[in-house]
């Protein structure tokens, strides 16, 4: 049976998708034509294993990509692309127990577990697709608006999504398993336009932002694996299946590529993130060399080492540099013969911190006119 716009009947009966067994007239669901065997482990029947093995690696996976994410404390995009992660992976979480029967599909609560899977897939795409822009900042990364505009958006497609899926599955609101084209579309069409949306804004990034082309073989080899995953899954899972006697299906290779095309998206944008390294935890200390000609001939200057028992620079025979204070030199303002700070001290014959307080008969800070 081929395919056909607004009908699960051929994608169901070559696939084994989650929401197959909620599809088609009979109220049984659709089953394909050829799916992987079963395996039992004590009294429990698990379907797909090899399907939620992959599963398990993915969350592995998907926990490690994490962890690197967020120990690149100052890269762009950061806390944008770290919540589509987290959305993949509680996506790969929810579908281990859906598709290996551990919620059964005559369970009550089986629909409802299946319009929150459909919804957090369409979300996760949203938030993909919204990533593809935080490049280009419209607005800054990692501020309020920025995360909320994300987390809105994403939790406006989940409300839809879910609300499309589960009216299909009960039947409701005008929805019906017999008539689910919204359905459809949330589940097929929408994951499509965004994976496009961001791949043609990722390009032109690079193109016209980067000087490294590099990232180009990320995304070329993204798209690959995703497209390879769609072929699979929805032109040869029968074939494999047959040839495979029954031991791994196309859903097996749709969900293992999937998983490479998200580590290609880690990849990708780990490539064109610089961490800032003046924040960097673990940095060398910054080493800093005196470029202003004043304080570089003072520090250079005579009697210019701070040692305990040279000569202070605020004594008579410091440095001869013009002084930065009132644009008279050190040897005027801090000499000993009219005011400053003298060799005997604060206290001195004439000014300063003298008998005088601050007065005396000439003032130290700010000079006289006749200093000059």
Same mark, same amino acid.
């Given at each position: 049976?081929?395919?056909?716009?607004?009908?699960?009947?051929?994608?169901?009966?070559?696939?084994?998708?989650?929401?197959?067994?909620?599809?088609?007239?009979?109220?049984?669901?659709?089953?394909?034509?050829?799916?992987?065997?079963?395996?039992?482990?004590?009294?429990?029947? +698990?379907?797909?294993?090899?399907?939620?093995?992959?599963?398990?690696?993915?969350?592995?996976?998907?926990?490690?990509?994490?962890?690197?994410?967020?120990?690149?404390?100052?890269?762009?995009?950061?806390?944008?692309?770290?919540?589509?992660?987290?959305?993949?992976?509680?996506?790969?979480?929810?579908?281990?127990?859906?598709?290996?029967?551990?919620?059964?599909?005559?369970?009550?609560?089986?629909?409802?577990? #299946?319009?929150?899977?459909?919804? $957090?897939?369409?979300?996760?795409?949203?938030?993909?697709?919204?990533?593809?822009?935080?490049?280009?900042?419209?607005?800054?990364?990692?501020?309020? +608006?920025?995360?909320?505009?994300?987390?809105?958006?994403?939790?406006?497609?989940?409300?839809?999504?879910?609300?499309? #899926?589960?009216?299909?599955?009960?039947?409701?609101?005008?929805?019906?398993?017999?008539?689910?084209?919204? $359905?459809?579309?949330?589940?097929?069409?929408?994951?499509?336009?965004?994976?496009?949306?961001?791949? +043609?804004?990722?390009?032109? $990034?690079?193109?016209?932002?980067?000087?490294?082309?590099?990232?180009?073989?990320?995304? %070329?080899?993204?798209?690959?694996?995703?497209? %390879?995953?769609?072929?699979?899954?929805?032109?040869?899972?029968?074939?494999?299946?047959?040839? %495979?006697?029954?031991?791994?299906?196309?859903?097996?290779?749709?969900?293992?590529?999937?998983?490479?095309?998200?580590?290609?998206?880690?990849?990708?944008?780990?490539?064109?993130?610089?961490?800032?390294?003046?924040?960097?935890? /673990?940095?060398?200390?910054?080493?800093?060399?005196?470029?202003?000609?004043?304080?570089?001939?003072?520090?250079?200057?005579?009697?210019?080492?701070?040692?305990?028992?040279?000569?202070?620079?605020?004594?008579?025979?410091?440095?001869? #540099?013009?002084?930065?204070?009132?644009?008279?030199?050190?040897?005027?303002?801090?000499?000993?013969?009219?005011?400053?700070?003298?060799?005997? /001290?604060?206290?001195?014959?004439?000014? /300063?911190?003298?008998?005088?307080?601050?007065?005396? #008969?000439?003032?130290?800070?700010?000079?006289?006119?006749?200093?000059?």
């Amino acid at each position: 049976m081929g395919l056909s716009f607004g009908s699960f009947d051929g994608v169901c009966d070559t696939a084994a998708l989650v929401i197959c067994p909620l599809m088609g007239s009979s109220g049984q669901g659709i089953e394909p034509t050829c799916y992987s065997r079963n395996v039992q482990i004590g009294s429990t029947l +698990i379907f797909q294993p090899s399907t939620c093995f992959v599963h398990i690696v993915a969350i592995i996976m998907t926990a490690i990509m994490i962890y690197h994410i967020r120990s690149k404390y100052t890269a762009v995009g950061r806390k944008e692309i770290v919540m589509f992660f987290w959305m993949y992976m509680v996506i790969e979480l929810l579908a281990m127990f859906l598709d290996s029967g551990v919620i059964p599909t005559a369970n009550v609560s089986y629909p409802w577990f #299946a319009a929150v899977y459909t919804a $957090l897939v369409a979300a996760a795409y949203c938030c993909l697709l919204i990533n593809g822009f935080v490049g280009f900042q419209f607005a800054e990364d990692g501020t309020p +608006i920025s995360l909320w505009l994300l987390r809105l958006s994403c939790l406006a497609v989940f409300g839809v999504s879910f609300f499309i #899926a589960i009216a299909t599955f009960k039947s409701f609101a005008s929805f019906s398993p017999l008539k689910p084209t919204a $359905l459809f579309v949330v589940y097929l069409i929408w994951p499509i336009l965004c994976v496009a949306t961001y791949t +043609i804004s990722q390009l032109i $990034l690079v193109f016209r932002t980067l000087d490294d082309r590099w990232p180009l073989g990320d995304i %070329i080899f993204g798209i690959a694996f995703y497209a %390879i995953a769609q072929v699979l899954l929805f032109a040869f899972s029968v074939t494999i299946c047959n040839a %495979i006697k029954h031991y791994l299906d196309g859903l097996f290779f749709f969900t293992l590529c999937v998983l490479l095309s998200v580590m290609m998206v880690y990849k990708y944008w780990d490539s064109i993130t610089r961490e800032d390294l003046e924040f960097s935890v /673990g940095s060398k200390a910054a080493v800093w060399e005196v470029k202003d000609p004043l304080l570089a001939a003072s520090v250079t200057g005579t009697g210019a080492d701070f040692d305990e028992d040279s000569t202070s620079n605020y004594h008579v025979g410091g440095g001869t #540099a013009a002084s930065l204070v009132g644009g008279v030199s050190g040897n005027q303002y801090y000499a000993g013969g009219k005011g400053g700070y003298s060799q005997g /001290g604060y206290g001195g014959p004439q000014g /300063g911190y003298g008998q005088g307080g601050y007065g005396g #008969a000439q003032r130290g800070y700010p000079p006289t006119s006749d200093r000059y």
